[in-house]
């Protein structure tokens, strides 16, 4: 069993109902276990990777609803068609697109999740605001994603060469996200850190101590 996926707030049904090679064992959260989803509903995923919360989230939302994956590599898109076919998940749509350029219309979704994908891009601001664009009139975001709880530094900024440099370096303030969130136009922001979560993100960096300065964190927002 994957005890990290556990550690991150996976149930070990979840773990078992999707298929092989859908978790690839990275994030630092459960998003769809947070974004109380509904029947019927419309999820986009951002950061789709093999498609495992998108298939956590299809269970939930049934074959009335819909759930759409976003991740800008080929392989990987190409990876998660298979797993759906697999998994015989017919609501699950997975396309080709930039977070900050997302191939999906104005106002057609009812939930955005994420799992530690948006502190990767290099315009956070703008994955907000291209977020705050497909959402419905009453849609909500609830991710999954790391903040900073203190500045790095310099010695481990400068020698972030492991598995998770980009996520760690690339990290966001709780204040510097709810600003962010403000100006996307979003209202009913709540951030929420996750202290339990240091316990896996000190084996990001071994050594480094980077849980110091880091923190998983549940972030919620809904577009008026």
């Known amino acids: 069993m994957d005890i990290l996926s556990l550690q991150m707030g996976y149930s070990t049904e979840e773990l078992t109902a999707v298929p092989q090679g859908a978790n690839l064992g990275l994030g630092c959260g459960n998003p769809q276990a947070i974004a109380e989803l509904k029947t019927g509903e419309v999820v986009l995923d951002l950061g789709s990777g093999g498609g495992f919360d998108c298939f956590l ?110 996520c760690i370096s690339g990290a966001s303030s ?9 100006q996307s136009g979003r209202t009913s922001i709540s951030i929420e850190p996750k202290d339990e979560s240091k316990s896996f993100i000190k084996d990001w960096v071994p050594g480094a101590n980077v849980d110091n300065y880091i923190v998983s964190a549940v972030i919620k927002a809904k577009k008026a």
């Open 57 to 166: 989230a299809s269970r939930q939302v049934g074959n009335n609803g819909k759930v759409i994956g976003v991740d800008m590599t080929p392989d990987m898109i190409s990876h998660a068609r298979s797993n759906a076919v697999k998994g015989n998940f017919t609501n699950t749509n997975f396309r080709l697109g930039e977070i900050e350029h997302l191939p999906v219309a104005d106002g057609t979704v009812d939930v955005i999740i994420s799992n530690c994908v948006i502190n990767l891009s290099p315009n956070k601001q703008q994955v907000f605001n291209e977020a705050f664009r497909v959402l419905k009139s009453g849609g909500r975001l609830a991710i999954s994603d790391i903040i900073t709880t203190a500045e790095l530094p310099s010695e481990i900024k400068n020698d972030l060469n492991e598995l998770y440099s980009g």
């Open 174 to 182: 709780l204040e510097e996200m709810k600003s962010m969130l403000l």
